[in-house]
């Protein structure tokens, strides 16, 4: 019986010890937008500084440093604020090559809400300022990507929902100075958006992809298209070279996988790339042969485009409507690594159907398909999704997952709820 015991007691605590949670401090939970998925970035590094970005529960932007492997936090409460009641204005936060912390808060189709820094590796903002002047009136969805070179690309919708624009401009490091390079990179002709996910890769090339969304309504998203630069933003090209006439539009568009609507796909997801600069897309729909919404890698290799499906999941649910969605599961987050058949995938992801808590779904081959699903923490984060700090993964391999639970009422509902602890949650 002690044997018994003292087994059981050894598994519990490693599983506890496992999770490594590590605590930042109380933010606002009455809806996810602390937690969005589309957040470019919650956490990021660089050297063995860290800093994350949170609201608080009045509302105020909150940023939080800490040295790499040190469980205490140095936390600043900026003076800006945010419509913490609409799930869209989420904090996107980015460290360029000098060390200055870029932050942008608070859109969903209004002026641009930017500051950076005071000096580097500073968790001081300085006054909210422009980046170019144009096309900076009508912001939603701003993301931060860095260049390796430490130069930015900032992009963000133009428009509204079912009628925008990308926006995508450039930071040069030497000068300090923004550039916008297009402002209707991808164009919906009036018509239609694009949904972006992107990343930039070890030799700097930008990748895109996105589904287009005609209406409002989620249930009107359709397809995945592709487009790449080679030129830090100037040019775009299809996987196959063959250069784009800009802008771009659902005409000219790379088709990567044709996906019709009402298929329960969803926008907004990630992207990364292999090694060898392949790339890699992560989202969920339903088809003919799954009844039930699955997460799914969409990746290039020389055979064309391909798809791979987790399909571990037994219920059913649908898209449609418009403002923030209650969704049994989280749109997915995906890393890579390797290159070739040797390719390793890891999903993050949260599902209703394992108790909400934070999962991942690890592949050791693109040969294989057998996906080992494990769970990261013993507790639900209810509606979060995940982000994880980019720039540590490229550099050392090793991943920081930001963590808080949260509540989402469906149709950008709040919950009345206290606030909830933000965590960074250490992975292998």
Not at 47 to 65: E, H, S, V
Request: include cysteine; aromatic fraction near 12%; proline fraction near 3%.
């Amino acid at each position: 019986m002690k044997y018994h015991f003292l087994l059981l007691y050894i598994f519990i605590c490693g599983f506890i010890t496992s999770q490594k949670l590590i605590p930042v401090g109380d933010g606002w939970a009455g809806n996810s937008i602390n937690t969005v998925v589309f957040r470019k970035n919650s956490v990021v590094s660089k050297g063995n500084i860290q800093f994350t970005a949170y609201y608080n529960n009045d509302g105020f932007l909150t940023i939080a440093k800490r040295k790499l492997n040190s469980k205490k936090w140095e936390i600043t409460t900026a003076k800006y604020k945010g419509n913490i009641k609409d799930a869209h204005n989420s904090i996107s936060i980015m460290l360029d090559g000098d060390g200055y912390l870029h932050v942008s808060w608070d859109h969903h189709g209004n002026e641009l809400r930017y500051a950076r820094s005071v000096k580097p590796y500073s968790a001081e903002l300085g006054q909210k300022m422009q980046m170019t002047g144009q096309n900076e009136t009508n912001v939603t969805y701003p993301e931060f990507y860095n260049f390796p070179n430490g130069d930015l690309i900032f992009m963000y919708r133009d428009g509204r929902s079912g009628k925008g624009n990308l926006v995508m401009n450039r930071y040069d490091l030497k000068t300090k100075t923004w550039e916008q390079l297009h402002s209707n990179l991808i164009d919906g002709e009036n018509r239609q958006n694009a949904y972006w996910q992107a990343c930039i890769d070890k030799q700097g090339v930008i990748h895109i992809s996105w589904v287009w969304r005609s209406s409002p309504d989620v249930a009107s998203n359709n397809s995945m298209c592709y487009a790449r630069s080679t030129d830090s933003g100037k040019s775009w090209e299809k996987s196959t070279g063959e250069k784009y006439q800009l802008p771009i539009n659902a005409a000219n568009a790379e088709y990567a996988w044709k996906i019709p609507q009402r298929s329960e796909l969803i926008n907004q997801t990630s992207m990364t790339t292999d090694d060898a600069g392949n790339p890699f897309i992560a989202t969920y729909w339903r088809d003919s042969i799954s009844p039930f919404p699955q997460y799914r890698i969409i990746y290039k290799t020389t055979s064309g485009w391909q798809t791979k499906c987790v399909c571990s999941r037994k219920t059913g649910f649908s898209l449609s409507g418009g403002g923030t969605k209650r969704i049994p599961i989280s749109r997915p987050q995906i890393l890579v690594k390797g290159k070739g058949e040797k390719t390793r995938i890891t999903i993050l992801f949260r599902d209703e159907e394992r108790d909400s808590k934070v999962s991942k779904a690890d592949l050791n081959s693109l040969k294989s398909d057998e996906w080992r699903i494990t769970d990261l923490t013993d507790f639900s984060v209810g509606e979060w999704e995940p982000t994880y700090d980019t720039e540590l993964w490229k550099a050392k391999s090793k991943l920081n997952i930001f963590v808080q639970k949260v509540f989402q009422v469906d149709g950008e509902g709040v919950a009345n709820v206290k606030p909830e602890m933000v965590y960074i949650l250490e992975d292998k």
